[in-house]
């Protein structure tokens, strides 16, 4: 059994796309779309910024894919593309002045809400939450945001999986490891109180 056959498959896309074939360039954007959004997931873009980052990797893909020289390795070649136009727009928003957010404080609650506490203790329970978040190591909390924190609905655990650089096999562990190791950093935090 050859098992060149999707090396082969892309390597004739990607020849095809840099050659024009407009048919084979969308072919590779389906393929590779979800690739790119799921790292820019994982640098917790705005979503204006994500799309920048989206709009950005694509175009440089199409700048450069005909000097690609390995097309088997296309998948990484656009991870690594997307993560540095991310790093990008990180580093340009910090540069950023943020702006006033006073008027925060002239929005009106929610009507169901006639306990005047219970933003206070919404707010601190979030605070408690974010701090034992921030205990946690890199890679639990690259792994919680993407599959727990930026999930919408059912998370996709094979683009988490190319945005963490992990076998989609580990994950469900790993994300297991992380929740009760957060779990236990809340419980001691809870007790010093």
Not at 46 to 70: G, H, I, K, M, Y
Request: glycine letters at 8%; hydrophobic letters at 40%.
């Amino acid at each position: 059994m050859n098992d060149s056959g999707p090396v082969d498959d892309m390597a004739a896309l990607v020849g095809k796309a840099a050659g024009g074939d407009q048919a084979a360039w969308d072919e590779i954007v389906r393929r590779y779309s979800g690739r790119v959004w799921a790292v820019c997931r994982v640098h917790r873009l705005a979503p204006a910024d994500a799309a920048d980052v989206f709009q950005q990797t694509w175009l440089r893909v199409l700048e450069n894919l005909d000097s690609l020289r390995d097309p088997a390795k296309f998948g990484a070649w656009i991870g690594t593309t997307c993560r540095n136009e991310a790093l990008g727009a990180i580093r340009r928003a910090r540069r950023a002045l943020p702006v006033d957010d006073s008027w925060l404080a002239d929005r009106p609650g929610d009507p169901d809400d006639d306990d005047p506490e219970l933003p206070f203790l919404v707010a601190d329970r979030d605070a408690e939450l974010w701090r034992a978040f921030r205990q946690l190591s890199r890679r639990c909390r690259d792994v919680l945001r993407v599959l727990v924190v930026e999930a919408e609905g059912r998370p996709s655990y094979e683009l988490a999986a190319a945005a963490l650089g992990m076998p989609i096999g580990s994950l469900g562990p790993t994300r297991g490891r992380c929740l009760s190791q957060l779990r236990r950093f809340l419980t001691d935090s809870s007790a010093d109180s």
